[in-house]
């Protein structure tokens, strides 16, 4: 991990200070240790790593964490650089597109939140027909699961909404596949007519654009491996994300996005 880590930063021309003991990739590498088996508790993962020998000049809680915060935009823009491999390397140009909840806190301490405190996070859960306050996090996969884009909106946005955000940098011809929260015929084709991007979107039954059936199988085989995909990484959280600021909140959810996409590719 460390050595993929390593040369992922080289490739960027990412530059350090000669004087730390402590390399950024060595922060990196914890932190991604920490997302996979800790629930994102740097201690423990400082601790695993001090304790067997593996990074011996690993620094204390207090200094990784401000390390941990300036390496951010390094983390994201990792994470970003292996989702252009991945498009690259997608021969089926076959995407999908979700999104999930994350709760910053129950809804109970909601008026107590320090992290996020506008009436726009306060979003519903769908599926599970209650309340949430938080974010959401909207993810691209490809073919073979692996997150190639990502956003974070508040919790009250539409998906219509975060798929506006999105940067969809794909080439043209591919195929997205997403569910019915996201139609917006109005997109769909103006997609199709300005980067050639074919998207099949699930239809409700009262759908003015109703699909052939067959072409709903196709939907429904396509979209299915995505929700596997949110189960993994939201099992990589504990119940409770541990954060003091919204960025160090965010920075957690890149961090663990990170590491699962490092596993899905390299391990």
């Known amino acids: 991990m460390y050595v993929i880590i390593d040369d992922i930063l080289k490739s960027l021309g990412h530059h350090e200070d000669s004087r730390c003991e402590c390399s950024d990739s060595e922060v990196i590498t914890t932190a991604v240790a920490a997302a996979l088996h800790f629930g994102s508790n740097h201690s423990d993962a400082i601790g695993l790593v001090q304790e067997t020998?593996?990074?011996?000049?690993?620094?204390?809680?207090?200094?990784?964490?401000?390390?941990?915060?300036?390496?951010?935009?390094?983390?994201?823009?990792?994470?970003?650089?292996?989702?252009?491999?991945?498009?690259?390397?997608?021969?089926?140009?076959?995407?999908?597109?979700?999104?999930?909840?994350?709760?910053?806190?129950?809804?109970?301490?909601?008026?107590?939140?320090?992290?996020?405190?506008?009436?726009?996070?306060?979003?519903?859960?769908?599926?599970?027909?209650?309340?949430?306050?938080?974010?959401?996090?909207?993810?691209?996969?490809?073919?073979?699961?692996?997150?190639?884009?990502?956003?974070?909106?508040?919790?009250?946005?539409?998906?219509?909404?975060?798929?506006?955000?999105?940067?969809?940098?794909l080439p043209p011809g591919s195929e997205v596949y997403l569910d019915s929260g996201f139609t917006d015929y109005l997109m769909e084709d103006n997609l199709k007519e300005a980067e050639d991007l074919n998207f099949f979107v699930a239809r409700k039954k009262n759908s003015k654009r109703p699909h052939h059936a067959s072409v709903d199988f196709l939907i429904s085989h396509h979209r299915k491996p995505i929700e596997t995909t949110f189960s993994e990484i939201t099992a990589l959280f504990l119940k409770k994300i541990h954060a003091v600021t919204d960025r160090g909140f965010i920075l957690k959810v890149i961090l663990t996005l990170f590491a699962h996409t490092l596993t899905k590719a390299f391990i």
Request: hydrophobic fraction near 35%; proline fraction near 5%; charged fraction near 25%.
């Open 53 to 169: 020998g593996l990074m011996p000049d690993m620094v204390e809680t207090s200094r990784f964490s401000r390390r941990i915060h300036r390496l951010g935009e390094s983390v994201a823009d990792m994470l970003l650089q292996l989702g252009h491999i991945f498009k690259s390397l997608n021969k089926s140009m076959v995407y999908r597109i979700d999104s999930f909840p994350l709760n910053c806190c129950h809804n109970i301490r909601i008026p107590r939140s320090r992290l996020f405190k506008q009436e726009q996070y306060r979003g519903r859960n769908a599926s599970k027909r209650q309340y949430f306050y938080g974010i959401k996090v909207f993810v691209m996969t490809d073919e073979a699961n692996r997150p190639v884009e990502y956003r974070f909106t508040p919790g009250s946005w539409a998906e219509t909404d975060g798929l506006r955000q999105m940067p969809l940098d």
